[in-house]
């Protein structure tokens, strides 16, 4: 399969992906898989949509080329029927049963392209009582438990962001579904359907803590656990200028080490009991206090303490061993994280900026070999409009 661009890099060049326009996770997992060298074609929609910022900024755009298909037109459903014949892997996140309405589901991707890997990317997932149901990441990760695992004890859950739940329950694990559907595709000649649902991922990443709780080693309430701040030598602590430093020494030999450097032998052996631990927090939240963040750093720094400083979004770029390795890239202007992770045979960069809606029509209806993506639109204003999927699992 042709790539467009001789200089693509990534393990995924020559794989061919079809991405219905949208916001939050499916456009974050398409990202990634052009981050990894597939050509993907944004298939966006007249008059744009998405995320309210400008296009240019749209990280998440990186990488991918974009055409504009009216889907609402009568012959929008085949221009796009026309890329998924050409293509390896089709992402879309509309509630479902809309793509199916707009003629371009599952049933007549396949009748074109049978190998054809279709990622479908919700909150709720494709069946259940609440699959029609709109939301937002924060709602699919209260349901699963693991909102309630975050925050203080006798405070409101704490928002990790959309992280938790769009990008790492959302997104990874459509790119992990469509990847290994591919590989079965290429072994088989099959291709399938991919149902990623963030409360079926968010609830995955929890398979550790449930185990732990199983066992007994893992209270089902906030702050009262190893990992979740409960742990005085696992949790940050605010420094005599108001900013943090996180702490994690949690096996012996880097908690002996954190407490001979900041200078608490005489609470030391408060690890071991619990009902001390209160105390010891106390201990450590005074000291870290009495110096500032840059201060701490320093003390820390080439130490086994497993202790760091918190940085904010600005900072982290410049810390020396970020920059050391380009954890994050500049292109066209705009600081970003670079791609990842590492190829040592295919590597992988951003080749391009947020693609703009339908700047590539041109080059993609050559290089894919459809002709009609550059004839004008029949126009259908009796068409009702489709269902904007307006985030990840609308």
């Given at each position: 399969?042709?790539?467009?661009?001789?200089?693509?890099?990534?393990?995924?060049?020559?794989?061919?992906?079809?991405?219905?326009?949208?916001?939050?996770?499916?456009?974050?997992?398409?990202?990634?898989?052009?981050?990894?060298?597939?050509?993907?074609?944004?298939?966006?929609?007249?008059?744009?949509?998405?995320?309210?910022?400008?296009?240019?900024?749209?990280?998440?755009?990186?990488?991918?080329?974009?055409?504009?298909?009216?889907?609402?037109?009568?012959?929008?459903?085949?221009?796009?029927?026309?890329?998924?014949?050409?293509a390896d892997v089709l992402i879309e996140g509309y509630r479902p049963g809309v793509a199916e309405r707009l003629g371009v589901g599952p049933e007549p991707c396949h009748a074109r392209n049978p190998q054809l890997v279709y990622g479908r990317m919700t909150?709720?997932?494709?069946?259940?009582?609440?699959?029609?149901?709109?939301?937002h990441d924060i709602a699919y990760i209260a349901l699963t438990g693991t909102l309630g695992m975050i925050g203080a004890p006798g405070e409101p859950p704490t928002v990790p962001a959309n992280l938790l739940g769009d990008y790492a329950g959302g997104s990874l694990y459509l790119v992990v579904g469509v990847l290994a559907a591919l590989h079965h595709?290429?072994?088989?000649?099959?291709?399938?359907?991919?149902?990623?649902?963030?409360?079926?991922?968010?609830?995955h990443l929890s398979s550790m803590i449930r185990g732990m709780v199983a066992a007994g080693s893992w209270q089902d309430r906030r702050g009262a656990n190893l990992l979740d701040g409960g742990c005085p030598f696992y949790g940050t602590y605010e420094t005599a200028d108001g900013e943090f430093m996180a702490v994690?020494?949690?096996?012996?030999?880097?908690?002996?080490?954190?407490?001979?450097?900041?200078?608490?032998?005489?609470?030391?052996?408060?690890?071991?009991?619990?009902?001390?631990?209160?105390?010891?927090?106390?201990?450590?939240?005074?000291?870290?206090?009495?110096?500032?963040?840059?201060?701490?750093?320093?003390?820390?720094?080439?130490?086994?303490?497993?202790?760091?400083?918190?940085?904010?979004?600005?900072?982290?770029?410049?810390?020396?061993?970020?920059?050391?390795?380009?954890?994050?890239?500049?292109?066209?202007?705009?600081?970003?994280?670079?791609?990842a992770p590492r190829f040592s045979a295919t590597p992988t960069s951003v080749r391009s900026g947020p693609a703009r809606p339908g700047a590539d029509t041109a080059a993609v209806?050559?290089?894919?070999?459809?002709?009609?993506?550059?004839?004008p639109h029949a126009p259908d204003p009796a068409a009702p409009a489709p269902h904007h999927p307006g985030q990840e699992g609308a």
């Open positions: 399969m042709a790539v467009p661009d001789k200089g693509v890099h990534g393990p995924l060049a020559g794989v061919r992906v079809v991405e219905l326009a949208g916001i939050g996770p499916g456009p974050f997992a398409a990202m990634l898989l052009a981050d990894l060298g597939a050509d993907v074609v944004r298939v966006d929609r007249p008059g744009g949509g998405g995320l309210a910022i400008d296009p240019a900024y749209d990280i998440t755009n990186r990488n991918k080329r974009s055409v504009v298909v009216d889907l609402k037109s009568p012959d929008g459903p085949a221009r796009v029927l026309d890329l998924v014949t050409r909150g709720w997932g494709q069946e259940g009582p609440l699959a029609q149901r709109a939301g595709a290429r072994a088989t000649g099959a291709g399938q359907v991919v149902d990623a649902a963030i409360v079926d991922g968010t609830s994690g020494a949690l096996e012996q030999q880097f908690y002996d080490e954190f407490i001979a450097l900041i200078g608490l032998a005489e609470v030391a052996p408060a690890r071991k009991d619990l009902a001390r631990w209160g105390e010891l927090r106390e201990a450590v939240a005074a000291r870290f206090r009495t110096r500032t963040r840059a201060e701490w750093t320093a003390l820390f720094e080439g130490s086994d303490a497993c202790v760091a400083p918190v940085l904010s979004l600005g900072e982290a770029p410049h810390h020396p061993h970020l920059a050391a390795r380009g954890t994050f890239t500049e292109h066209g202007g705009i600081t970003q994280p670079a791609p209806a050559h290089d894919w070999d459809v002709p009609d993506l550059l004839a």
